[in-house]
Structure formats: C-alpha cells, structure tokens
C-alpha cells in the first residue's frame, strides 16, 4: 500500500474514534454553547464544522494536485466517484452498533447481509476487471477468472462484528486502488461480461461506485423500516463523512511524490491531512465541554 493510501487509512480509523464519542449527543445538547474563532457558538455549529473544514481544505488538496501538474486518467477518474460513494456509505452507518447487524425488516436483508453484499461485489469487480484487461492485453477471448482467483462467497463472509465489516471494506477499497487505476484508457473498452450480458471494462469500473450507492440508499431505508433513523448529530457526521468521500476522490492515483510538494509558505497535502485530524479532536473537546444552554 502506497505511503498516501496509509495515512488515509489512519486519518480513516482516528475519525472513527472521534465520532464514536460523538455520535450518541442527544438532540438536548445540540445548542450548548461553546466558542469558535473568539465568539460563541452552539454545539450544531460545531458538527457542522467538521464538513465545512473538510470542504474549505479539499479545495486547497485539489490546488495542490494542479500546482504539480498531477491530472487523473479517465480509471482514476471513475474510481474517484467509488471514493466519493465510500464517503456515503459510512456516513449511512453512523451511529449503528453490532446489536443492529441482525435487525431483518419483513421482505428485507438484515445489515449484515447488505455489508457482506457490498464487500463480496467489491472485491469481484475487481478480479473479473483485472482478469479482463490481462485477456484484452494477450489477445484472448474473455472467459470468467479461474475459481481460485474469485473472492469468497457472501455467505463466507456474514461473520464478525460492524467494525469488523468496516474494516474489510477498508481493504477491499485499497486492494482496488493498488491496482485499478492503472488501466489505460485502452483497456477500458476490453470485453467482459456482467450477469451473462455483454459489457467493457468501462462499465464494470463504474459500477463499483453504483452498486455502493444503490447500497447506501437500501441502507438508509433499512434503518427508518428498523426504527434506527439517524439522529441530527449522526447526520451531521455523516455529512463529514460525505466531505472527506470527496476529499479522497481527488488523491486516486496521486504519488506519494505530491504529498510533501507545495510553494513556499503553503501547505503541502500531508500536512493539510494532518491538520484535517487535529481539527477533529478539537472540534470534539469543543463539543463534549460544551456549556448546556440555559
């Protein structure tokens, strides 16, 4: 795994941490009074920042990116959009403990499944993409990759905790973009096939991101039909995590050359992402020390 894909991985897992103790503040506590920039400002205000922080600097990573003259070819441009579903997803997950991993609304799939779902489609796109491309590149004929090369089924993969599947999607996301967004524009239009239907490479890329977002949707459904409906301080992160989706689109395919680059006086991607994380810890002691209203 690339040095810049590691530290988003441990940004990832800290602002987990950061939003499991935020993410039971009752609705009562959304207008306690805290400061912000040598003013007051109310508890919602300071949820709120985690997106608005996020979005002021993926402006400044993405000015970075163009400084360097890094531009992303067309497969990174559609995994870029899987980042920015990946940003939904957790988000959709907010809030939600092991106990709700079983909860099965009448017709439906319980979380469990879904995730299981998600990650199984993931990691298959991925291998049938990649034997695709080694069929257009040898001049063969497609035919489906070797069992030996296709992930687990999804019942293999039911087990474990919500953290666990979590953790598999992390995974599963770097395994794709440790070798996905190699593809030349070329090989994208190399044959394969999707459910017995004729298909290219092109299609089957983008369909990680659509299947995911199809996914979240069912998610968010699944939980108004459990009676689990976020809570404003869970939409609230959700809404960062949707930010940090987009922040993570713009670095697919980035060297890890880019990360310390920047003109003099400007910060470079590695120390804006560190920045990014401090900001979080603080935004949460401003939250949790907050004075209750009167």
Request: charge should be negative.
């Amino acid at each position: 795994m690339s040095e810049l894909r590691e530290l988003l991985a441990q940004h990832r897992n800290q602002r987990r941490d950061v939003y499991a103790t935020l993410q039971d503040v009752p609705a009562e506590r959304m207008s306690a009074e805290t400061t912000w920039g040598g003013g007051p400002v109310d508890v919602r205000f300071m949820f709120l920042r985690f997106a608005d922080h996020e979005e002021e600097h993926e402006l400044s990573v993405q000015t970075r990116l163009i400084e360097a003259g890094f531009q992303q070819t067309t497969a990174q441009r559609i995994l870029a959009r899987a980042e920015m579903t990946r940003g939904d997803l957790l988000g959709a997950l907010v809030g939600l403990t092991d106990a709700d991993l079983d909860l099965t609304p009448a017709g439906e799939w319980p979380l469990r499944r879904t995730l299981a779902h998600i990650l199984f489609a993931e990691r298959a796109y991925r291998v049938w993409t990649l034997h695709a491309v080694e069929c257009f590149q040898a001049g063969r004929e497609f035919t489906s990759p070797p069992e030996e090369l296709r992930p687990p089924s999804m019942d293999e993969q039911l087990d474990g905790t919500l953290a666990d599947f979590t953790e598999r999607l992390d995974v599963a996301r770097d395994e794709a973009l440790a070798t996905l967004p190699t593809i030349s524009d070329e090989a994208l239009s190399a044959p394969m096939t999707w459910f017995e239907n004729s298909t290219d490479v092109r299609t089957r890329l983008m369909r990680i991101a659509h299947h995911e977002r199809e996914h979240t949707a069912h998610i968010l459904k699944w939980r108004e039909q459990v009676g689990r409906p976020p809570t404003e301080a869970q939409r609230l992160l959700g809404l960062a995590w949707r930010a940090r989706g987009v922040l993570e689109d713009h670095l697919v395919g980035v060297p890890d050359s880019v990360l310390d680059t920047a003109p003099e006086g400007e910060w470079p991607i590695r120390r804006l992402l560190t920045h990014l994380s401090d900001t979080d810890i603080f935004l949460r002691d401003c939250i949790l020390n907050a004075t209750p209203a009167r």
